[in-house]
């Protein structure tokens, strides 16, 4: 059995300034910037309220042109000096105002959307994240958002470059401070029980983007959006079987699978996106970072002592976390000290650096417990970008409450790499592989998962406590019938090139069929039209997936659809497909498209499988 794979690649780079002579200069030309952009803050605090409209535009345009990316000194300039733009111009509770009106109106349609959601998506997720025994699934009768909508509290706007393979384009932010203590009716049924969500408090920052500005209506190619960090979340629960779903451990469970799914979906770098006209998804979904940053922790001192020694003074098991939106990243376990020599780099991409922060959380490992928690620091991304690879940071550990002097400090170093677009450098840079569907899946059940496992040689030296740049993957749903959007327009273009080949050559219509694996009593070639076929299994993802890579010329990507149905132990690969990323960096703007066939599918189906990557 054969399948096809079919989608898009795309490659950006990182440079570093290397000469300390450029360095100073470029440290005087910072400092002289800092004075006129402290200059123009204190002019728009000093703005009256009838020209905010002036004053937010004015300030917000200079700080996204100081960030394009490709030009590394502006951009470290801007690092370094340029002001948080949600700090200045219309306070944010007055645009908040007429905003909660508008979701208030269209509460119930955004409840509509998410309860369908929650249904495809998350109670899969959940099922197979708690005890065989408890068999929860959520009730569709029973399940809606409730009628108390999300609020915001706060919403500042402003502008914003983003680069394209086809140059930059303008975005318009906005930047929210988002609450919703919902009233929500999500009802899970287990165990010959029930049980439902009676409240939840979700807290987190979203930006919500127009992009991709047109001078047409609708003005802008589509809206993305994503949460700088993880948002808060916070679920009780009644009903009879409001005691099991109540205990500690299946609580914690049950939110983390919430999290879990909003992390890989809508959590910086990972971004939910819409299109409002006739445009690639990736484009709005998969937006090129504005950079690298690469954070070293060299080590910790004075960390607390959580395993008691009868025989002497308490030690820990310490080892460290670097955490930045949805990324997480794990060193090794030093054992038994409190002065840990960690020399830990992690490298990951930054989608917006004004706006992101780094976190850095130390952790006691425990071998039968949950492991302690030592101390934790955060830590802007526009800050650690002006420190450079020779400067070393010590900075003090917090508690939980936000105290700090009790928990010991760490002592870091990070260095900042803008993207440029060039196929000349052959430097580290970022590989990005979007995956927009499968079509003729084999149909394993209305449950099953199919998923992309992608991995790539030539990885910059980093550790992941979870497989982000090793292993994807998507719960999908399999449609009965084809369901056609512009991300497989290429794909049954082909097909259609396919067939005219064929009948030019001489094959007979039955011989065509084969081939194109149709149905040739169903099967009209003279009047033939891939896009209206039925009957096709299709898995779709629309989803991409990145790597850091330290040579990515010489990068090696490999893709495998896996699958898993139900009451399967283990699942099985369907395909592989492996490209050199040597024919990516060679193409125009460091973008691809194409569609490959897989050998040796591993299908009881008599469909051909056809994969858009």
């Known amino acids: 059995m054969s399948a096809y794979f079919g989608g898009l690649w795309n ?110 998506e998350v109670d899969p997720a959940l099922r197979a994240a708690l005890p065989s025994h408890l068999s929860a ?13 999300v609020q915001f509290s706060s919403i500042k706007i402003f502008d914003r470059k983003e680069w394209t393979p086809d140059g930059f384009c303008d975005n318009i932010v906005f930047r929210c401070r988002m609450e919703w203590h919902g009233d929500p009716s999500i009802f899970l049924q287990m165990a010959g029980t029930a049980a439902g969500v009676q409240g939840v408090v979700l807290k987190g920052h979203l930006l919500v983007e127009l992009v991709h500005m047109l001078p047409y209506p609708p003005m802008f190619k589509g809206v993305r959006l994503f949460f700088l960090d993880p948002p808060t979340l916070d679920l009780t629960f009644s009903g009879v079987g409001s005691d099991v779903l109540n205990v500690s ?14 992390s890989c979906r809508v959590v910086a770098p990972k971004f939910m996106g819409f299109k409002m006209v006739n445009t690639d998804i990736f484009a709005i979904t998969s937006p090129a970072p504005e950079g690298i940053l690469r954070v070293t922790v060299w080590n910790a001192i004075d960390l607390l002592p959580m395993d008691v020694s009868f025989f002497g003074k308490g030690t820990s098991d310490p080892y460290v976390k670097i955490r930045c939106g949805a990324h997480v990243l794990k060193s090794e376990t030093c054992w038994k000290t409190l002065s840990p020599e960690f020399n830990f780099v992690a490298s990951m991409p930054i989608s917006s650096l004004h706006d992101q922060n780094i976190w850095i959380e130390v952790y006691d ?38 105290e700090k002097g009790k928990n010991g400090s760490v002592c870091l170093s990070a260095e900042w790499q803008p993207l440029v677009s060039s196929s000349e450098l052959h430097h580290s840079g970022i590989i990005d592989v979007g995956v927009y569907s499968a079509l003729n899946v084999p149909p394993l059940g209305p449950y099953a998962r199919y998923w992309i496992s992608a991995t790539c040689t030539q990885l910059m030296p980093c550790s992941t406590s979870e497989p982000q740049c090793t292993e994807q993957q998507y719960g999908v749903k399999v449609h009965d019938r084809a369901e056609v959007d512009d991300g497989d327009v290429p794909l049954l273009h082909r097909m259609k090139e396919k067939k005219e080949i064929l009948q030019k050559k001489g094959f007979s219509h039955r011989e065509i069929c084969e081939i194109l694996d149709l149905d040739p009593a169903e099967t009209d070639l003279e009047n033939f039209e891939p ?47 492996t490209r050199h990323m040597a024919k990516v960096v060679k193409a125009k703007g460091l973008f691809y498209t194409e569609t490959v066939r897989l050998p040796e599918t591993r299908c009881s189906d008599d469909g051909v499988p056809l994969l858009r990557r």
Do not use: Y
Not at 39 to 66: C, I, M, N, Y
Not at 76 to 102: C, D
Not at 250 to 262: A, G, T
């Open 11 to 120: 490659a950006s780079f990182g440079r570093c300034s290397k000469s300390v002579k450029q360095q100073d200069r470029l440290h005087e030309d910072i400092a002289e910037l800092r004075g006129e952009l402290k200059a123009l803050a204190t002019e728009l605090r000093q703005a009256p309220r009838g020209a905010k409209d002036a004053t937010t535009t004015r300030g917000a345009s200079f700080v996204s042109e100081s960030v394009p990316v490709g030009a590394a000194d502006v951009t470290a300039a801007a690092a370094a000096g340029a002001p948080n733009p949600f700090s200045e111009g219309v306070p944010g509770s007055a645009l908040a105002v007429p905003a909660n009106e508008i979701v208030a109106h269209v509460w119930p349609q955004v409840s509509h959307w998410a309860t369908e959601f929650l249904l495809k």
């Open 137 to 149: 699934q959520m009730d569709p009768n029973r399940s809606h958002l409730g009628h108390e909508p």
């Open 249 to 262: 451990a299946i609580n914690r469970r049950i939110i983390d699978v919430f999290q879990s799914e909003l």
């Open 365 to 402: 490992q425990d071998l039968i417990t949950r492991d302690d928690f030592l101390g934790k620091v955060s830590l802007p991304v526009d800050l650690l970008a002006t420190w450079g690879r020779q400067k070393k940071v010590t900075v003090q550990l917090r508690n939980d409450a936000g």
């Open 531 to 577: 896009e209206k076929l039925t009957g096709i299994h299709v898995a779709r993802w629309r989803r991409s997936v990145q790597f850091l890579s330290k040579k990515a010329d010489d990068a090696e990507i490999t893709l495998t659809l896996m699958a898993q149905g139900n009451g399967q132990p283990k699942p099985m690969e369907l395909g592989s497909f």
